[in-house]
T-cell receptor
Framework: GQNIDQPTEMTATEGAIVQINCTYQ??????LFWYQQHAGEAPTFLSY????GLEEKGRFSSFLSRSKGYSYLLLKELQMKDSASYLC????????????FGRGTSLIVHP | DAGITQSPRHKVTETGTPVTLRCHQT?????MYWYRQDPGHGLRLIHY???????DKGEVSDGYSVSRSKTEDFLLTLESATSSQTSVYFC????????????FGDGTRLSIL
């Protein structure tokens, strides 16, 4: 089985930088996704990491360390619209590549 | 946006009644999934399909059944709804390739009284 851990809630200030951590334990690792989900809406894809290191996409970056079972999502120049839940999802190796989702981190951005 | 439509979007029903939720896609993706999302639990996989008439159980499949008679449609049935099945249900589609994300429908809010 898999165990995925994320903080339940974080708060940050508009314009600041925030890092949302995800730690995982899995019997085999294939890749890790980050999704964003605004309240009452569907999750939408943000990033995918399969190799160690940092992947940058505009204001959002995602980091992976496979040896430590650790990933983070870095959000820069925070905007009010970044208030949402951020879901970490881990793919185990072998089989159907269906990811297992963490419980999500609710990010509140205030002025 | 990925072409995924869930129906109904909202439903209120009584304990013991049957309920069917529909997911329709226009992307011709091989894989379709049903999740439920509850506070404190995140997204949990109920059932998934990897082709027409090919389905398998997920983490929380008890009390649910699914059918896929066409590539574009994936139905989730609660044979006899219980209050514990009150939740938001999301359908997702995907290619099944390891580096490709899932795309989610807008969800169905189901309340069982």
């Amino acid at each position: 089985g898999q165990n995925i851990d994320q903080p339940t809630e974080m708060t940050a200030t508009e314009g600041a930088i925030v890092q949302i951590n995800c730690t995982y334990q899995t019997s085999g690792f294939n890749g890790l996704f980050w999704y964003q989900q605004h309240a009452g809406e569907a999750p939408t894809f943000l990033s995918y990491n399969v190799l160690d290191g940092l992947e940058e996409k505009g204001r959002f970056s995602s980091f992976l360390s496979r040896s430590k079972g650790y990933s983070y999502l870095l959000l820069k120049e925070l905007q009010m619209k970044d208030s949402a839940s951020y879901l970490c999802a881990v793919q185990a190796s072998g089989g159907s590549y269906i990811p297992t989702f963490g419980r999500g981190t609710s990010l509140i951005v205030h002025p | 946006d990925a072409g995924i439509t869930q129906s109904p979007r909202h439903k209120v029903t009584e304990t013991g009644t049957p309920v069917t939720l529909r997911c329709h896609q226009t992307e011709n993706h091989r894989y379709m999934y049903w999740y439920r999302q509850d506070p404190g639990h995140g997204l949990r996989l109920i059932h998934y399909s990897y082709g027409v008439k090919d389905t398998d159980k997920g983490e929380v499949s008890d009390g649910y059944s699914v059918s896929r008679s066409k590539t574009e449609d994936f139905l989730l049935t609660l044979e006899s709804a219980t209050s514990s099945q009150t939740s938001v249900y999301f359908c997702a589609i995907g290619t099944g390739d390891s580096n490709q994300p899932q795309h989610f429908g807008d969800g169905t809010r189901l309340s069982i009284l």
